[in-house]
């Protein structure tokens, strides 16, 4: 069955570049519990979530305003699979 969520990692395959981060135990521990707290399909949403709000002030409003829109969006679960998007271009 296709996952429901909607991940930037899949739609921005060009864009996207992976990195590695080294954390203590403990944060690695409160990074998994804040992400799941928080409603994040995975830790590394909610890292990038972070540091775009780290960087808002080098963003567009309109930018801004679609990162809180997707976040709500997620959070509510009205997101479709990617085979779905693909199709209605």
């Not at 909610?46 to 409003?61: G, Q």
């Amino acid at each position: 069955m296709p996952s429901l969520e909607l991940s930037n990692t899949t739609v921005l395959q060009i864009r996207v570049e992976t990195i590695s981060l080294k954390l203590t135990k403990e944060q690695a521990r409160l990074l998994a519990a804040a992400s799941k707290e928080q409603g994040f399909p995975s830790k590394s949403e909610f890292v990038r979530y972070a540091i775009a709000r780290a960087l808002e002030d080098r963003l567009s409003v309109k930018t801004i305003e679609d990162i809180f829109e997707s976040r709500r969006q997620i959070r509510e679960g009205k997101t479709i699979p990617l085979e779905r998007l693909m199709k209605e271009e």
